[in-house]
């Protein structure tokens, strides 16, 4: 990884797999390169040439694929995530798969990739942002584009957003409880439609799960031992319990996916 232009309006960077920019002041985007079909000289040959403009022939689209970032800082301490991955194949998979469902695995992604940037972000502020060096351990190619951001910062903002008057700059707001932190209902599901659907679906499934469960009790303490057999009342019992059981783990997911969901660092 090797990053070939940095300048105000931000840089480039050259990786194997693609290629990735960075347009000041919060754009992000990475992209695989697309195949060379002609090897490694750059340039087809005329027979392969004549062959794909032949009559007839239909050329397949080549899969592309882009992942776009888009960090706004809103206060000190505090920034709005954007992102987005564009692509021209497997199209179909959103139109069944629910994109709450997706939601979840980037969720956890996210939020633990996040939870670190806080903690690092504290640390850059106590040594200075013209020291981030002595926060942050970048000794592989990998880290090229961390360096190259903290280069363009330092040369263009002086290491940190310009906030003007309306924040004080080198001062970061304490570090919240982890369920403050780590709060995932008014940082995603309630701007999410998807998540915000789901979430109310589920904890309609929890009420009718338990409803289902308290009835059925009822239903058996209801019936006349005489109407009902032993088999039957023991079926019914089973079922009771069954449902709930699934009201507890449904709350204990929705809890978790949709709520809060701690995790283990290597910082507390």
Known sequence: ??????????????????SSKFIAPCIFYAYPDPPNPSGTNGSASSTATNKDSSPGVSISPQKRALLIFICVPVSPGKSRLIWSFPRNFAVWMDCIIPRWIFHIRQNLILDSDLY?????????????PSNWQKVCFVPTKADALVVAFRRWLIKYSQGQVNWGDKFNAAALPPTPPREQLFDRYWSHVVNCLSCNSAYKALNLTETVLQIMSIGIIGVIGLTKQATMTTVQRSALFSMAILCFVASKWVSHFVYKTFRYHDYNHAFK
């Open 1 to 18: 990884m090797s990053v070939k232009q940095l300048d105000i309006n931000g840089f480039v960077a050259k990786q194997d797999w693609g």
């Open 116 to 128: 670190l940037l806080h903690v690092q972000e504290q640390k850059i502020m106590e040594f200075g």
